[in-house]
């Protein structure tokens, strides 16, 4: 999310001293060297400027700005190929030929993984536009942006400098929105709004569909609501009341716009970290948390990785208090962190029974998506045995 304090961006060019608003979806600070880009500007040359920390303000066509982040990537994604991806492939190789990974290579691989991510989007985020007030772009072949910008960033009545990477996140969020990510099971499409993560994966829908509600289920939970989609399939299922919580305000207005579109009048949204406050207990409390205990390093991020499994822990930690009598909570859980030995099976056993908790009953789907089915993945061996659970607990 962006940072609410207004940072400025200030250069000299053409002997004349300018300044603009600093936008960074990652709340990056200003860079401080830039030189000017265009056209004329190779991809070499941009990418050993980039790698050397240097941000690349680009002054050319709109069109040729994106065919030069395309080229910035291909360099990177050659770079690894000629470094620590050498090791990555060789481990996938096993494990597309049904050798045994070691112990120590599964994690090794996820946090080689993860850095090599990392310093990928750091360098394409070097690449950067001005706009003017209203999200005006001055260069050639340029598309209107400025509803996508606003819906993303807000309101702004000055000019401001962003990186391309943030700028293709808006624009990618403005057709998510404007198409829906179809939910089959359902029957209907939800609508993800910038900055908030779009359920493109959602095996575990028909866990929640198949899972018998509580005899008396008056009162729903929803934690960590997101783009509604769980309270959604509470609502439908005749769910009287619920209670959808988040943290995050833009998860707030996607859910709240979601929930308007369906004219589901039986949820209420509330901004709480994990519990609502002043609520009913609840006779179910259903959660989507995180799925990997890692650091996020974007806001996106937050919805898959979770550091120290701190939500998933303090969901477990405070169900107890929050349940009436005969009350249930589904968690809605991988188990790729067990197989990237980011997390074992009897850590989340311990957590269930320190929280007063025992299992009732699990319901498991076996992941659907591309990664999976990919053996030229380096984590092939561990998204192929991934497993999607619908764990059914109550009070021990």
Not at 325 to 353: F, K, P, Y
Request: proline residues 5%.
């Amino acid at each position: 999310m962006l940072s609410t304090e207004k940072q400025y961006l200030q250069w000299t060019e053409n002997e004349t001293s300018r300044q603009a608003r600093w936008l960074s979806q990652s709340n990056h600070v200003p860079p401080a060297r830039i030189v000017f880009v265009d056209d004329k500007t190779t991809a070499d040359e941009a990418y050993r400027l980039a790698c050397e920390g240097t941000s690349l303000l680009w002054r050319g066509d709109f069109h040729n700005a994106r065919q030069l982040l395309q080229a910035l990537g291909r360099r990177i994604d050659r770079t690894n190929e000629r470094s620590e991806l050498r090791k990555i492939k060789k481990a996938a190789n096993k494990s597309a030929a049904n050798k045994s990974v070691t112990a120590k290579e599964i994690p090794n691989l996820f946090h080689q993984q993860r850095q090599m991510q990392a310093q990928r989007s750091r360098i394409l985020s070097r690449l950067l536009l001005e706009l003017d007030a209203g999200y005006i772009s001055k260069l050639r072949r340029a598309p209107d942006m400025s509803a996508a910008c606003t819906a993303a960033f807000g309101e702004l009545d000055e000019s401001c400098v962003l990186s391309f990477r943030d700028l293709q996140g808006a624009l990618g969020a403005a057709q998510w929105h404007e198409k829906g990510v179809p939910i089959e099971p359902l029957n209907l499409s939800v609508f993800p709004h910038y900055g908030v993560f779009a359920p493109t994966r959602h095996e575990y829908v028909q866990l929640l569909l198949d899972a018998p509600l509580p005899s008396a289920c008056d009162v729903a939970y929803d934690i960590g609501t997101g783009t509604g989609l769980l309270a959604i399939i509470l609502a439908q299922r005749g769910v009287k009341q619920v209670i959808a919580t988040d943290l995050n305000p833009r998860a707030l207005a996607c859910a709240s716009d979601n929930f308007t579109r369906l004219e589901l009048s039986s949820v209420q949204l509330q901004q709480a970290d994990l519990y609502p406050t002043d609520a009913p207990l609840a006779d179910l409390i259903v959660c989507n948390p995180p799925w990997l205990p890692a650091k996020p390093s974007s806001p996106l991020e937050y919805a898959v990785y979770d550091a120290n499994s701190a939500m998933l822990r303090g969901l477990l930690q405070g169900a107890k208090q929050h349940l009436a009598e005969h009350g249930e909570v589904w968690l809605i859980l991988s188990d790729l962190a067990e197989h990237l030995q980011l997390r074992t099976r009897d850590e989340l056993a311990g957590w269930i029974a320190d929280a007063g908790l025992t299992v009732k009953y699990r319901l498991d789907t076996k992941a659907k998506h591309g990664r999976s089915q990919d053996n030229t993945d380096p984590l092939f061996a561990a998204r192929s045995a991934e497993v999607t659970s619908l764990w059914c607990l109550q009070s021990a």
